[in-house]
């Protein structure tokens, strides 16, 4: 599983996870295997001004990201994700990108739902 994790600052599994997605400096990109957690970069996030919570849709879909986790978003990303293939887990506890990721490869996050929609 190719995993995006929206993290503050420069990514990486130390980073703080962003709990805002649309908003996040960044995306740690993880590959997740047989429950093994491994960095395979980060991708830049632009501003929110420029196309709004729609744009990391298609860059993330153009990566091949199969899964990210977040806190929550709007319907519109939530549904665009879904029509890309890729699966929005929910998860408002872990700190970091990389106890985000250990729970992703342990089965431990459930797939976000409309109760977890931004309303903004």
């Known amino acids: 599983m190719k995993l995006a ?6 990514g990486g ?5 962003s709990a805002h ?8 990109i993880l ?3 047989n429950g093994a957690v491994a960095l395979d ?25 199969d899964a990210i986790v977040a806190v929550g978003m709007g319907m519109r990303p939530m549904q665009g994700f879904a029509a890309a293939g890729i699966t929005v887990l929910h998860d408002a506890e872990s700190p970091t990108v990389g106890a985000a990721a250990e729970r992703v490869a342990a ?11 931004c309303h903004h």
């Not at 994790?5 to 420069?10: A, K, N, R």
């Not at 599994?13 to 996870?17: E, I, M, N």
């Not at 089965?107 to 929609?117: C, K, S």
């Open 5 to 10: 994790v929206p993290s503050v600052g420069e």
């Open 13 to 17: 599994l130390d980073a703080q996870r």
């Open 21 to 28: 997605f649309g908003h996040a400096d960044c995306f740690t």
């Open 31 to 33: 590959n997740i295997e």
């Open 41 to 65: 970069g980060t991708i830049a996030n632009p501003p929110h001004e420029e196309g709004g919570c729609m744009r990391p849709v298609g860059i993330l879909a153009d990566a091949g990201i």
């Open 107 to 117: 089965g431990q996050l459930e797939a976000m739902g409309p109760e977890h929609a």
